[in-house]
């Protein structure tokens, strides 16, 4: 999963990525809402943020997102500990809502909810048609069979299949193979796909030429 933090902190914005990369995950941190909105086109799994930020308004922020069909998850992180302002943030569109100090094992079991809610996926499998998986046990199935996967072709169907029909641009799907260290290739990215194309279906995988891969769930796959 890919995280996007808007937080000002200097001490909670590290703290936070750290936790995430220990979690498996990545993350990119800002300070400001004006540095948000190009990461925020790079469809990050969810986004961590703060309401009191230099530069605006968090809940503007927020309606702004909702307002233009942006679904992406958004949990509230703040100082605010009032019944009100938690409601008005839940009611303005985020997921969840997190009073300060954070706990970070609290935080990274929240990021997850709100991730697999937002794909609809309320249980421990995934099921897409024909297609299922089950990223914790690591497990995944096709009509039924279980299907013979190496780790990095899993974590690749994994990655795709928390975005159902969107497309994941390379680059984004190359950090998230390989959270803890470099990107992977796309000459190794382009190998794997190859091989999970081949043991779940040509069909399933779309490669949408110069910008990234999709998870084909409909009458296509």
């Not at 990050?44 to 943020?49: A, Q, T």
């Not at 998850?73 to 300060?100: S, Y």
């Not at 697999?116 to 249980?123: D, K, L, N, V």
């Not at 390989?178 to 382009?190: C, H, R, V, Y």
Request: overall charge negative.
């Amino acid at each position: 999963m890919h995280i996007l933090i808007i937080e000002d902190d200097i001490d909670l914005g590290p703290a936070i990525l750290a936790a995430l990369k220990q979690a498996g995950m990545t993350g990119v941190w800002v300070r400001r809402l004006g540095d948000a909105a190009a990461f925020v086109e790079e469809q990050p799994d969810c986004v961590l943020l703060d309401l009191g930020l230099p530069d605006g308004d968090g809940l503007a922020f927020l309606a702004g997102l909702r307002g233009r069909g942006i679904a992406v998850p958004v949990i509230v992180i703040t100082a605010r500990t009032a019944l009100e302002d938690r409601l008005v943030g839940l009611d303005g569109g985020a997921d969840d809502f997190l009073v300060k100090p954070v706990i970070m094992a609290e935080l990274i079991s929240r990021v997850g909810a709100v991730v697999r809610r937002s794909a609809r996926q309320a249980g421990e499998r995934w099921t897409f048609g024909e297609l299922a998986l089950e990223p914790r046990s690591f497990r995944a199935w096709l009509n039924g069979a279980a299907l013979d996967l190496s780790p990095r072709e899993f974590r690749l169907l994994v990655e795709l299949a928390r975005s159902p029909e969107c497309v994941v641009s390379k680059s984004t799907l190359g950090q998230r193979m390989e959270p803890l260290g470099d990107p992977l290739d796309s000459a190794t990215m382009e190998v794997h796909l190859s091989n999970l194309r081949r043991k779940i279906g040509a069909g399933r995988i779309r490669t949408v030429r110069g910008v990234g891969y999709q998870l084909v769930v409909g009458e296509g796959a």
